[in-house]
T-cell receptor
Framework: DSGVTQTPKHLITATGQRVTLRCSPR?????VYWYQQSLDQGLQFLIQ???????AKGNILERFSAQQFPDLHSELNLSSLELGDSALYFCASSAPGTGNSPLHFGNGTRLTVT | AQKVTQAQTEISVVEKEDVTLDCVYETRDTTYYLFWYKQPPSGELVFLIR????DEQNEISGRYSWNFQKSTSSFNFTITASQVVDSAVYFC???????????WGAGTKLIIKP
């Protein structure tokens, strides 16, 4: 168990809808990262937050947004969903400090857009 | 620019064989960190190991071993006496001190046949 909690585990929704994915980082971790993994694809970095502030942005679509709350949990909002948004969405967290802190991943949310 | 190359897209071996997964990286940073992650068929991403650029000692953990060679910019992963439970996608990743973003390889799918 990595200590990172993601909910829900599975989500099935229709095109055009909006969903929210939730992530609770490991205790003590200040950084939260969101990744997208499409079928048989690698990991695409979406966005990173550090202690409530956006730290880095990757290939995140304008239809997607995220935030990190004062209690350090994070939410990823996906709107105007398209079939191509079907993927496994991972949240990860890491300890504060130097770059040698590994990312610890949650079990992911599997999103299916129909 | 930083880059991680996992040239082996898929490897298939018979149980009990030894197998090596290659990881070649590029970075101009003098201080950097290398990571290996495992993604079994169940989907979760599991952190396996971290190596700092200034520590070239190889590491062994049970049947797993890692060979870090700065001279060839490689951080290869060997599984000895492979088991079916080792079947997974394995990702190598790099983080340099210049921007702390994690650069991922495309992953190697390892299939261990009984």
């Amino acid at each position: 168990d990595s200590g990172v909690t993601q909910t829900p585990k599975h989500l099935i929704t229709a095109t055009g809808q909006r969903v929210t994915l939730r992530c609770s980082p490991r205790s003590g971790d200040l950084s939260v990262y969101w990744y997208q993994q499409s079928l048989d694809q690698g990991l695409q970095f979406l966005i990173q937050y550090y202690n409530g502030e956006e730290r880095a942005k990757g290939n995140i679509l304008e239809r997607f947004s995220a935030q990190q709350f004062p209690d350090l949990h994070s939410e990823l909002n996906l709107s105007s969903l398209e079939l191509g948004d079907s993927a496994l969405y991972f949240c990860a967290s890491s300890a504060p400090g130097t770059g040698n802190s590994p990312l610890h991943f949650g079990n992911g949310t599997r999103l299916t857009v129909t | 620019a930083q880059k991680v190359t996992q040239a082996q897209t898929e490897i298939s071996v018979v149980e009990k064989e030894d197998v090596t997964l290659d990881c070649v990286y590029e970075t101009r940073d003098t201080t950097y960190y290398l990571f290996w992650y495992k993604q079994p068929p169940s989907g979760e991403l599991v952190f396996l190991i971290r190596r700092n650029s200034f520590d070239e000692q190889n590491e062994i953990s049970g049947r797993y071993s890692w060979n870090f060679q700065k001279s060839t910019s490689s951080f290869n992963f060997t599984i000895t006496a492979s088991q079916v439970v080792d079947s997974a996608v394995y990702f190598c990743a790099l983080r340099g001190d210049s921007n702390y973003q994690l650069i991922w390889g495309a992953g190697t799918k390892l299939i261990i046949k009984p």
